[in-house]
């Protein structure tokens, strides 16, 4: 399998590993697939495969310049006792929809399930390479990506990460998860200012070749793990297909039978994810792309032009706050048949103005998707009902997805059986839940409203909870925006 940039009109090949080690293409474009063909797969055979032999078999069609042994070694390292489960992703019915519980790694959230593979697939690649120097992730988190991000390092030979965050702008509870979190080569610093400060301030740093010499000559070789590495976007068709199979298994759907799937949507990493299983052979019906009330996606589905001049809401789904949706460029890419040139003119013109919109045909070719979103009320309502009804407790971006589909299949009629993409605990936007329940919360603790929602629910605490409870502080620095580099080098002490 060959990788072009979405931007490249004379599609350069490159290989999968030089993508990872890369993660964006030198013209601002993303890494897509040459040639995404249908697969033959033996559903039958594969009720009998475990999630990480399903893993195996999905990647080894993406990554075919790592040998078996390398990619069965990132699978294993990547999907072990980290997660609370065996099962790693487990499907669980509710109502009329089958739930992909994303949230059993350490974060509690879906992007555990990428990026504990991605740092070894990295490694690889960068041996594979002979690149000498160490990989060293340099990431500004506004809660989710960092802890993540560093569980998926921590401990990964050949590389070192740094955490940034803004002192006063991430949740108590995500601020104690960075900052107990162990490991050889984790390092995180506090910074004076907020999230779009430490973007920039990275990026910066990202884009100075003078720092980049000095890094280099101590060994060092500048690397992110955002989104958009190709890296992240394959791992993530892997539960598409389990969650399949698991239905296959338990008799819920017959051989053959099409399904839909929901995702709360943010990056347009794990619907895109979906998307392209159908495209190589998952028997996939309908992809519901589900907003909040940042609801550029449902319009673009709707209407063809996508416009983020509009106002940014901050809602209880955080990580669906977005505008501008990276991931999104691959599916224009596709829906205009590869035209590097069309892309590039279409993101040029996001750039400036802020909006595009697409061709006839390439509306035509999106049409397997439907757009919807859901207001703060429909949220808490949705997190109240399906605990009422159907004891299940499930958390805001989760909620977002439900309501979406719930209003879906009453106004289409279409009856077949779904899919959601459950992308956090519930424990991990406590409050939020504990309101949608009608309940008052005692105390600005975050521990105790967990341990009140609980109590309330029945449902037990996810193991990662009580590990942050109980875990030592180790990292304890706060530096100035305008002093991000030294703080570099006293963390490295180079
Ligand atoms: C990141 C995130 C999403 C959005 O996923 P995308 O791949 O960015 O669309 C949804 N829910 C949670 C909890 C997330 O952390």
Do not use: W
């Amino acid at each position: 399998m060959i990788y072009c940039s979405t931007r490249d009109k004379s599609k350069k090949p490159i290989s999968a590993s030089e993508a990872i080690l890369k993660g964006l293409a030198d013209d601002g474009g993303l890494f897509m697939p040459m040639d995404i063909k249908k697969q033959d797969f033996n559903f039958e055979e594969m009720k009998k495969l475990s999630f990480k032999e399903i893993a195996f078999k999905i990647l080894k069609i993406f990554f075919t310049d790592f040998t078996d042994e390398e990619l069965r070694n990132c699978i294993e390292g990547a999907y072990d006792e980290k997660f609370d489960t065996e099962l790693i992703a487990p499907v669980k019915k509710a109502s009329d929809m089958y739930f992909i519980e994303l949230y059993h790694g350490k974060t509690i959230a879906f992007k555990d399930m990428a990026l504990s593979i991605l740092p070894r697939l990295m490694s690889v690649a960068a041996k594979k390479h002979k690149i000498s120097e160490d990989i060293l992730i340099l990431t500004a988190t506004s809660g989710d990506t960092g802890k993540a991000a560093l569980e998926g390092f921590k401990d990964v030979s050949g590389t070192k990460i740094i955490v940034f965050y803004p002192e006063n702008g991430v949740s108590k509870f995500q601020e104690l998860q960075m900052r107990t979190q162990s490991g050889k080569n984790t390092y995180v610093s506090a910074i004076k200012g907020n999230f779009d400060d430490a973007q920039t301030a990275v990026k910066e740093i990202f884009s100075d070749k003078e720092f980049g010499k000095f890094l280099k000559n101590k060994g060092y070789r500048l690397s992110s793990a955002n989104s958009i590495n190709i890296g992240r976007l394959i791992p993530q068709m892997v539960y598409y297909f389990n969650a399949y199979i698991s239905l296959l298994r338990d008799n819920e759907i017959e051989p053959g039978e099409k399904v839909n799937i929901t995702v709360p949507t943010g990056n347009f990493g794990n619907i895109l994810a979906a998307y392209l299983s159908k495209r190589i052979g998952l028997p996939v019906n309908r992809l519901i792309c589900a907003s909040n009330e940042n609801r550029v996606l449902t319009d673009f589905f709707k209407d063809g032009i996508y416009d983020k001049n509009r106002e940014f809401i901050l809602t209880s789904s955080p990580s669906m706050d977005i505008l501008v949706s990276s991931n999104l460029e691959r599916l224009i890419y596709l829906s205009c048949g590869g035209d590097a040139t069309l892309t590039s003119e279409l993101m040029s013109k996001l750039k400036t103005s802020g909006s595009y919109s697409i061709r006839d045909n390439m509306k035509e070719f999106i049409s397997d998707f439907i757009g919807g979103s859901a207001n703060a009320s429909e949220v808490l309502e949705e997190i109240s009902l399906m605990m009422k009804d159907y004891n299940y407790l499930i958390d805001p971006h989760t909620a977002v997805a439900s309501s979406v589909y719930r209003r879906y299949r009453e106004e289409s009629r279409d009856l077949s059986k779904t899919l959601i993409a459950s992308t956090a605990s519930p424990f991990k936007f406590s409050e939020t839940v504990y309101e949608a329940l009608g309940q008052d919360k005692d105390s600005n603790d975050i521990f105790n409203t967990i341990d009140l929602l609980s109590a309330y629910t029945g449902c037990k605490e996810p193991r990662a909870i009580e590990e942050v409870r109980k875990a030592p502080i180790l990292h304890s620095d706060v530096c100035k925006i305008s002093e991000m580099r030294d703080e570099i080098k006293k963390l490295l002490k180079i």
